[in-house]
């Protein structure tokens, strides 16, 4: 499109960085023509193998089977924290900073690798083992993180569950993945409020009887509920245990984590990830996209519950040797001004964020940025969802004074690691779009008959080659690995997201395809928050679709029938909001509760949720065609009664 601006890279930049564009594109090409070699030339050199692989990778997408590696043996831990205390035990590896901005730590090397062992010792004389899993529930605190490294280290595989869960979603998470190890905190802090996770997870292991050890981390030192054959106090028990800890030799295929996510339909499933490939691929996209230097203090805002948290802000950035920030807190606590703060306080070169974030902050004025210099900032990138090129601009020019590159990363739970992205020393970019694939990625466009597309086009993202931090299976169910990601082309992965490429080649991601919602960059699926409606006795049945909104990106858009007999009140809509929130997490509470008397439904019964969406963005122009409706009348009633005019 030619009224779309593009900012070339700026010679300042590029001087510095790891790869220009020539480079970009030679290695873009060896990478697509020979997957093997150039992998297999990435894994010598940023990762430390204990035996080398047979083969780089066998893959089937036909079958969904993935694996890279192959024969390789690997631990993820000694990649993170051992390799590097031989030239860099007194590197900062984490800054902590708390949601109190008085509150903050460092972290070094040396330090990370004694926590790390003992935590894991601490997990072996709970009985843990190799292959055994353990869930994570804890606020952003660095616990957080050397409970993920303790799990990798012995070969137990950790179960990320982000703190903003509801004890029923916690609890669904642990069965489904048959925990027995739960590592949770006293409380968290967000925003200056207190989230009781120790309570939540007593209510959640109710349910959960073959759960024998609570490991808790005391932090804010509040009373909690003790059981005392099951809880275990980390700081009192740690300290009596070995700082050194043996590492568990894993072959590259073994599991490292699992992670749910929500798909169309049905429940969260386990998305897991591998050791030797996943690693690989988290620590050559963080040194790429992130163009990591080694003084660089880098930032990535996101929670360690979502896989952003993961690769970018635990896994690729250890790896690399990198000094990575870790913040509890929120974007406006104690004010707007928060991550500019941050940002001059510890020096912060690189900062990773979401769309929604940044358009939260624009909306607070310019005042907040201007406070703080950021003249330490580098570079900047956004993830999640889709940012519009108002924001972009904004991000550029106000927080970046036009001198940091903006890389627009698009990627998945399922992905591992960045797919789409610019590299911040050879792409030139446009707002709004991820630009191009990263090295090893393929991506296709693909119309509804199934058929690739060239050229200008849009259509399903797809990607027709593996990388190697592709999701392995959906723990317990690879039958639906199939199903969800390789049914609908043949040979292709699908990712759920639509797109357009332009005359450039740059992709545009236009959002989902499925019914996923993206709400502030959180992934919702619509039948969990349907099912959470319906367990309430007044209410027959709901429909939930997304709709656009300023901040969040999407809003959660409910339609409700009641039974027959029971009346509408406000009352109901904040029960029924309550009931969401006690179901899933605060993160699913619709925005808009329509009651709906009926549901427009096709003669067999299926609801037709094209009209409503448009129903709830208040498009009403273009509704298409109603007249395959069993009761084409339900939907004037819903115009009618709109609540987003
Ligand atoms: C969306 C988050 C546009 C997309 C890493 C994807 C994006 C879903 C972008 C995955 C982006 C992520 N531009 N859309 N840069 N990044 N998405 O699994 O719809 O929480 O399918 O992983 O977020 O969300 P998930």
């Known amino acids: 499109m030619s009224d779309v601006k593009t900012y070339p890279v700026k010679t300042e930049f590029q001087s510095q960085a790891l790869i220009d564009n020539k480079t970009y594109q030679t290695m873009y090409q060896a990478s697509i023509d020979n997957p093997e070699q150039f992998w297999a030339e990435q894994a010598e050199k940023l990762i430390h193998w204990d035996q080398k692989w047979q083969s780089v990778m066998d893959v089937d997408y036909r079958e969904a089977k993935i694996s890279w590696f192959n024969g390789a043996k690997l631990n993820v831990c000694y990649n993170c924290v051992d390799r590097h205390l031989e030239n860099n035990a007194d590197k900062t590896a984490i800054i902590w900073e708390g949601d109190d901005p008085e509150i903050s730590e460092s972290i070094t090397y040396r330090e990370l690798h004694e926590k790390v062992c003992r935590f894991a010792n601490l997990l072996k004389a709970r009985g843990v083992k190799k292959g055994d899993r353990v869930c994570i529930y804890m606020p952003m605190i660095p616990e957080v993180g050397y409970a993920m490294l303790a799990c990798a280290r012995i070969g137990a595989v950790h179960s990320v569950v982000f703190g903003g869960f509801s004890p029923e979603s916690l609890k669904s998470r642990i069965l489904d993945s048959d925990c027995k190890v739960v590592i949770t905190a006293d409380e968290g802090l967000r925003g200056g409020k207190k989230v009781p996770l120790k309570d939540n997870t007593d209510t959640a292991l109710k349910h959960c009887p073959d759960v024998h050890t609570v490991i808790v981390v005391k932090y804010t030192h509040a009373k909690i509920n003790w059981t005392p054959e099951r809880d275990v106090d980390y700081q009192q028990q740690a300290a009596t245990l070995s700082s050194e800890c043996p590492v568990e030799i894993m072959d590259a295929e073994d599991p490292l984590f699992i992670l749910y996510t929500s798909g169309s339909t049905g429940k969260p499933k386990g998305v897991l990830h591998t050791c030797g490939g996943y690693i690989l691929y988290a620590a050559i996209t963080h040194k790429y996209v992130f163009d990591h230097h080694d003084n660089d203090v880098y930032w990535c805002t996101a929670d360690a519950g ?34 500019w703060q941050v940002i001059d306080k510890h020096k912060v070169n690189t900062f990773y964020t979401a769309p929604t974030a940044i358009r939260a902050l624009m909306g607070q004025g310019e005042q907040f940025v201007k406070q703080a210099s950021r003249s330490s900032l580098r570079l900047l990138g956004t993830v999640g969802e889709p940012i519009n090129p108002e924001a972009w601009e904004w991000y550029y020019h106000t927080v970046g004074d036009e001198r940091c590159p903006i890389v627009d990363t698009w990627w998945q739970t399922e992905t591992g690691g960045i797919l789409l992205t610019p590299l911040p020393g050879a792409t030139d970019l446009k707002p709004g779009s991820a630009t191009r694939p990263f090295f090893g990625i393929k991506p296709a466009l693909m119309d509804a008959d199934g058929n690739e597309l060239e050229g200008e086009a849009s259509g399903a993202l797809v990607m027709s080659q593996s990388w190697p931090g592709q999701m392995r299976t959906v723990y317990g169910d690879h039958q639906r690995f199939i199903d969800t990601y390789f049914s609908q082309y043949k040979g292709y992965y699908f990712s759920g997201d639509g797109a357009r490429r332009d005359a450039d080649g740059y992709y545009w991601i236009t959002g989902r395809m499925d019914d996923v919602l993206n709400v502030s960059g959180h992934r919702l699926g619509t039948a969990e928050i349907e099912s959470a409606l319906v367990l309430h006795e007044d209410v027959a049945e709901a429909a939930v679709v997304g709709y656009p909104h300023d901040i969040k990106g999407q809003g959660v858009y409910a339609y409700v029938t009641l039974m027959s007999g029971q009346s509408p009140s406000d009352e109901l809509k904040q029960t029924l909001t309550k009931l969401v929130s006690q179901e899933i997490g605060a993160i699913a509470k619709p925005d808009v509760i329509q009651w709906a008397p009926g549901l427009p439904k096709t003669r067999s019964g299926k609801i037709m949720r094209r009209i409503l969406r448009k129903i709830a963005s208040n498009e009403l122009d273009n509704l298409g065609d109603t007249s395959t409706l069993a009761d084409p009348s339900v939907v004037d009633d819903l115009i009618e009664n709109r609540a987003n005019r």
Do not use: C, M
Request: charged content about 10%; glycine content about 14%; proline content about 9%.
């Open 306 to 339: 979502w896989i952003t948290g993961h690769s970018y802000i635990f896994y690729g950035p250890l790896a690399n040797g990198a000094t990575t920030l870790v913040f509890e807190g929120v974007p406006t606590y104690p004010d707007a001004g928060r991550f």
